[in-house]
């Protein structure tokens, strides 16, 4: 079981990125899948997910900026980022879990996200 991270890379402030994220192994239709990112001297933090059903979470600070959605077929969750800063600078990683009510369990290698202003 596999969640293969990529996308990341180096943008000046306003631009954009796409992450993609394949899972190789198992189907991972029925799980909730979602976005994490760790700035340097920082603690991890949630920045979106989205359920089997396509409900989806944002991180405040991200709203109306990111957005997260899953195509089925592929087993792949994306993560489109748009209007970046140079906060949003961090490492992303993608990862699945069972339900809501469990933690996540499947965690891909990170990619790098860097915004210059």
């Known amino acids: 079981v596999q969640l293969q991270a990529c996308g990341g890379g180096l943008v000046q402030a306003g631009g954009s990125l796409r992450l993609s994220c394949a899972a190789s192994g198992r189907t991972f239709s029925g799980y909730v899948m979602g976005w994490f990112r760790q700035a340097p001297g920082k603690e991890r933090e949630s920045v979106a997910s989205?359920?089997?059903?396509?409900?989806?979470y944002y991180r405040d600070s991200v709203k109306g900026r990111f957005t997260i959605s899953r195509d089925y077929a592929k087993n792949t969750v994306y993560l489109q980022m748009n209007s970046l800063k140079p906060e949003d600078t961090a490492v992303y990683y993608c990862?699945?879990?069972?339900?809501?009510?469990?933690?996540?369990?499947?965690w891909g290698q990170g990619t790098l996200v860097t915004v210059s202003s």
């Open positions: 989205i359920t089997y059903t396509g409900d989806t």
């Open positions: 990862a699945a879990r069972i339900s809501i009510s469990d933690s996540y369990g499947y």
